[in-house]
């Protein structure tokens, strides 16, 4: 495998435990407002306070986008693999669900489950309409 395929690895594997791990400290803050995060700008505090359930989905569209995306080459996309994604984003947003059953002032929302799955999809569904499009321009040339 070439270095810079290793390196793209490294990098999309680091990328995933962060969003992992920002969807966990985010999840299980105790306040579900976000208004003790003050290094936030206050446009995306006043948009994630008016779309709860809407701001689950988008760090689980940026996950769905960086499973699917393979050593950062073009390779054809396993026909399995958007399966296995889905169920392991289903699972983050399960635990992050159930920790905030033990967090003061939050409570599980089946919906933010359902507003997960519907992210990582959308970022899969986008990350192959990309991938299509860069095929179909590269072949034109």
């Known amino acids: 495998m070439p270095l810079q395929a290793i390196k793209m690895q490294k990098l999309l594997f680091f990328l ?22 003050s290094y936030l700008p206050i446009w995306v505090l006043n948009w994630s306070n008016e779309y709860v359930n809407i701001r689950t989905a988008v760090p689980f569209f940026v996950l769905g986008l960086v499973l ?3 050593s950062g080459t073009l390779k054809p996309i396993n026909k399995n693999s958007w399966i296995y994604n ?13 920790g905030q059953y ?5 409570h599980p929302d089946i919906l933010d489950v359902f507003f997960g799955i519907f992210g990582t999809l959308s970022g899969i569904v986008s990350y192959i309409i990309i991938i299509k499009l860069v095929k179909k321009f590269k072949n034109e040339k």
Do not use: C, H, M, N
């Open 68 to 70: 699917q995306t393979k």
């Open 86 to 98: 889905i169920l392991g984003a289903t699972a983050i947003v399960v635990i992050a669900e159930i």
């Open 102 to 106: 033990f967090t003061d002032e939050r």
């Open 16 to 37: 995933t435990i962060a969003l992992v791990i920002g969807i966990f400290y985010f999840s299980w803050l105790p306040d579900s407002e976000l208004s003790s995060e």
